[in-house]
């Protein structure tokens, strides 16, 4: 653990168990606004405000990447800490939670690529018929269709990257003008990725008995 992570855990490890009742005087406070604020003075209680808000949202993103509940959780604390120290790189140029969205997804996947063991072997990598499999437009109206119990299989299945982009689109209902934002690319990008995401976990969900 470095210098600065043992630092932030100290300032903020407590400030993670804060639970806001109905006095919270923050509670009118805009996120841009807090997250100003926070830059601005420093405050480990301020931002403690912010964990509040946006912790259940960072976790549930984290446990798309996680093999186990304590890695989400885990990863949870890790973004939090790093969010700390890159806090003042928000510019406001987008709403706050699309760019937590952003910087969660980042962060995730670095992880998931730091760890070499982790990588998931896409048995499509050597075969041509893959490409034609995921070149299959598939509706969202069919993955509505779906069983939840075989799709929540399936998705566990698939590569995470693959997973928490259909969770944001599907599940949060995130636009695809906010995925361009978090994913940093162009919107017809974004539409490959997705259906290739949807192939996949169709493929998968069709090879399950």
Avoid at 146 to 152: D, G, N, P, R
Avoid at 162 to 170: C, R
Wanted: proline fraction near 2%.
């Amino acid at each position: 653990m470095t210098f600065i992570r043992k630092l932030c855990l100290i300032i903020i490890s407590n400030q993670f168990k804060i639970k806001l009742d109905s006095d919270d005087p923050y509670k009118d406070v805009s996120d841009e606004d807090l997250v100003l604020k926070i830059v601005e003075k420093k405050d480990s209680m301020m931002f403690g405000v912010l964990y509040d808000r946006y912790a259940k949202m960072v976790y549930n993103k984290c446990y798309g990447f996680a093999k186990s509940q304590k890695e989400a959780e885990d990863l949870t604390q890790d973004v939090f800490l790093m969010l700390f120290v890159k806090l003042g790189s928000f510019k406001g140029r987008s709403k706050f939670s699309t760019w937590l969205y952003s910087f969660t997804y980042n962060f995730c996947v670095n992880y998931v690529n730091r760890d070499k063991g982790r990588k998931i072997s896409d048995k499509a990598n050597n075969i041509e018929d893959t490409e034609y499999k995921l070149s299959v437009e598939v509706t969202d109206e069919s993955l509505l269709d779906l069983q939840v119990e075989k799709l929540k299989r399936a998705l566990e299945m698939i590569p995470p990257e693959d997973k928490s982009l259909l969770l944001l689109k599907y599940q949060d209902g995130v636009s695809i003008k906010e995925l361009e934002t978090i994913l940093e690319i162009g919107s017809s990008a974004v539409k490959m990725r997705l259906k290739r995401a949807k192939a996949r976990v169709i493929e998968t969900y069709n090879s399950l008995p």
